[in-house]
């Protein structure tokens, strides 16, 4: 299947709390496309103004996290500074938790909230491994933290006050990155799944799924062929666009944007309208097997 422009799905809404949501907009989230509102209000106080600078990042840091307790990592700066970030934060978790609620009514029992974040750098001169690389295409995965096929769902807002877009490419379905690189990934080892426990280097045991996924995401960043040539579409998010996806099943990239913030929440599969749309259903179906 080529991607289209239909791999993005507008939604017309003036208030973060949609109040008629329309139903396809869960197939169309489930089937990996990204949705995206350009006309929601996120006013930005004067006061807030000056928290737009590299200057409140720790150093060595590339985010600023709020979590959900309300303690903060990653910031540096006066106490004033600190509280008004966190102000700043928490009123976009709030709004990115309204919208979720109202747009997928099914998901509200079961979504857990991860930290939110502040990413005030610059994307397109940051110097990283090709593996942290995220303006190459990829689904997200967790080398650290296991899910078993719990789903990353992420909202996003361009804050940029100088009216920079934040580029994304956006690329295939899931299933076409599946079937292309299955089989190139190297198999599972139980083994060393428990070494890699034992060491620390995951929290708990990396499953069958957690693997391959680990295994496309990098498959899809090393191979630069696939990054120029696959099918794939470009799109400059204004500022004060909104966009959320399944960041684990849609195929995305970040080229270029700065100050954007982020709030990722976690659905069990069970919990989709249609679970077997998940990659962890298309990855047990190509396996024949269970993954978990
Ligand atoms: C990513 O999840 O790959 C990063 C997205 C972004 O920073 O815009
Ligand atoms: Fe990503």
Redesign the pocket.
């Known amino acids: 299947m080529k991607i289209s422009y239909k791999q993005l799905v507008k939604i017309e809404s003036k208030s973060w709390s949609l109040k008629k949501p329309k139903p396809h907009w869960a197939i169309d989230i489930e089937e990996g496309k990204v949705l995206y509102l350009e006309s929601l209000q996120f006013k930005i106080s004067k006061n807030e103004k000056k928290l737009f600078s590299h200057n409140i990042l720790e150093p060595n840091t590339r985010n600023i996290s709020l979590n959900a307790d309300g303690s903060i990592k990653g910031a540096v700066g006066t106490e004033e500074d600190v509280k008004a970030l966190k102000a700043l934060i928490l009123r976009f978790r709030n709004q990115a938790t309204t919208l979720i609620f109202t747009a997928f009514p099914e998901y509200k029992p079961y979504l857990k909230l991860a930290p939110t974040s502040f990413?005030p750098l610059e994307?397109s001169d940051r110097v990283t491994s090709w593996r942290a690389d995220?303006r190459r295409l990829?689904v997200?995965a967790f080398p650290s933290r296991p899910n078993y096929g719990e789903r990353i769902l992420?909202v996003?807002i361009n804050v940029n006050p100088e009216g920079a877009p934040?580029v994304?490419r956006i690329g295939e379905p899931f299933s076409n990155i599946a079937s292309k690189y299955l089989e190139k990934i190297k198999p599972y080892s139980y083994i060393y799944a428990k070494l890699i426990k034992f060491l620390g280097v995951t929290k708990s045991l990396r499953s069958e799924y957690d693997h391959i996924m680990i295994g496309l995401h990098d498959a899809m960043k090393s191979d630069m062929q696939y990054q120029k040539k696959s099918s794939q579409i470009t799109m400059p998010f204004k500022p004060g666009t909104v966009w959320i996806c399944f960041?684990d099943q849609a195929s995305?990239?970040?080229m270029s944007?700065q100050y954007?913030m982020?709030q990722t929440f976690y659905l069990p599969v069970s919990k989709q309208y249609n679970p077997e749309k998940s990659p962890l259903s298309i990855l047990s179906k190509l396996k024949k097997k269970d993954l978990i």
């Open positions: 990413r994307v995220d990829h997200d992420r996003f934040r994304w960041s995305h990239a970040v944007g954007m982020e």
